[in-house]
Every structure is written in structure tokens, then in C-alpha cells.
T-cell receptor
Framework: RKEVEQDPGPFNVPEGATVAFNCTYSNSASQSFFWYRQDCRKEPKLLMSVYSSGNEDGRFTAQLNRASQYISLLIRDSKLSDSATYLCVVEREFGNQFYFGTGTSLTVIP | ETGVTQSPTHLIKTRGQQVTLRCSSQSGHNTVSWYQQALGQGPQFIFQYYREEENGRGNFPPRFSGLQFPNYSSELNVNALELDDSALYLC????????????FGPGTRLTVT
């Protein structure tokens, strides 16, 4: 079983749409969770951290459910510039070492 | 820009050869992690260096090895290259204990023929 499971998509949505990405993780001892964004042929960049209480950054909302070992990302009012691959990331037991999901590809269509 | 640099940008090697990839960490960061990203996949953790020692390793064979230098820069060495080693190799720089500030370099794209 993979440490992080993520639907690879692709998701093709019109501008202005709301889109949700989900992932699950297997290690119940994991403490830190993130969503990273990766543009084509570029390095991953931190989009936002994920907390049990849920956190929001503008049009982006992330949620963590520790009991279900489930992480989500909601993007509202999609923009063309949101087109990218979104990577679900779970920290290993310690020390800034990450498990990445396969990534979910999003294309926002005019 | 993150301040994390990697060299070279691209590299083509032949099966069986050896390769060394380099990473300079962001100023103030003391930890370097290396990841392999195959096409269409998420990055896979190779290993991490902290205080010039390997500190955690993913599911990669011993022919993947590394070093960290006193200035916190790092090298990834791969011996006996195989075709499946073709990938984007990413290094990530961070401060020990601060997973919320881990920055990736632009990567080295390795092609093994």
C-alpha cells in the first residue's frame, strides 16, 4: 500500500468552478501535512499547510481528518493560473522527510 | 526564488555509468533532502543529510549515496546507472525541525540511455 494515495485526475474545469482534491495516508503517526503545487517541469512549491481545524488562504481551503487519515483541498472560483499539479504531502515520522502523493492534475479552461 | 540551486540542470548518461548531482542549500538551512521524481509520479524520498550524516533513507538501493559538506551543500551519487534511474532529481533545503519551510531546488533532469 502506498503511503499517500491521491486521485491523479486529470481534472478539467471551467473558470470560476469549485474543485476538490482528496488524498488518504497510511501512517497514523504522521504529524505534519501539506499541499504543494507543481507547475510543468518545475519544482514543487508549498501551497499551504493542513491543520485539523481546517485552514483557509483566499480561495483555497485545506482540511485534515486524522480519524479517517484523509486530507482535502478545495479551490473556489478557479482561475486559469490555478492550472498545475497538486501534490498531497505527509511528513514521515520525523525530520522534514516527506511522502508525496502521485499528484492531481488540474486544468482550468477559459 | 528559493535560493536553493542544483547543478547540472540536465544530464545524459549511459547505463552502467556513475553520476554526481549537486545541491546548494538556502542560507541558514542545515538539512538537505533528496527526492527522485519519475515522469507522471510524485517525488520519492531518497535520503536526508543533517550535520553531515545520513538521517533517514527511503526505499533506494545502496548505489544511491550522498554527502553533506560543512557549508550544508550536498551531493547525490548514483553508481551503476540503470534506465529506470531516468528522472528529475530534486533537493530540498530546510532547517532541522521546521517542515513548514522546506524549499525545493529546480532539479536535475537525468536521462539514462
Amino acid at each position: 500500500r502506498k503511503e499517500v494515495e491521491q486521485d491523479p485526475g486529470p481534472f478539467n474545469v471551467p473558470e470560476g468552478a469549485t474543485v476538490a482534491f482528496n488524498c488518504t495516508y497510511s501512517n497514523s503517526a504522521s504529524q505534519s501535512f501539506f499541499w504543494y503545487r507543481q507547475d510543468c517541469r518545475k519544482e514543487p512549491k508549498l501551497l499551504m499547510s493542513v491543520y485539523s481545524s481546517g485552514n483557509e488562504d483566499g480561495r483555497f481551503t485545506a482540511q485534515l481528518n486524522r480519524a479517517s487519515q484523509y486530507i482535502s483541498l478545495l479551490i473556489r472560483d478557479s482561475k486559469l493560473s490555478d492550472s498545475a499539479t497538486y501534490l498531497c504531502v505527509v511528513e514521515r515520522e520525523f525530520g522534514n522527510q516527506f511522502y508525496f502523493g502521485t499528484g492531481t492534475s488540474l486544468t482550468v479552461i477559459p | 526564488e528559493t535560493g536553493v540551486t542544483q547543478s547540472p540542470t540536465h544530464l545524459i548518461k549511459t547505463r552502467g555509468q556513475q553520476v554526481t548531482l549537486r545541491c546548494s542549500s538556502q542560507s541558514g538551512h542545515n538539512t538537505v533532502s533528496w527526492y527522485q521524481q519519475a515522469l507522471g509520479q510524485g517525488p520519492q524520498f531518497i535520503f536526508q543529510y543533517y550535520r553531515e550524516e545520513e538521517n533517514g533513507r527511503g526505499n533506494f538501493p545502496p548505489r544511491f549515496s550522498g554527502l553533506q559538506f560543512p557549508n550544508y551543500s550536498s551531493e547525490l551519487n548514483v553508481n551503476a546507472l540503470e534506465l529506470d534511474d531516468s528522472a528529475l532529481y530534486l533537493c530540498a533545503s530546510s532547517l532541522w525541525g521546521s517542515p513548514y519551510e522546506q524549499y525545493f531546488g529546480p532539479g536535475t533532469r537525468l536521462t539514462v540511455t
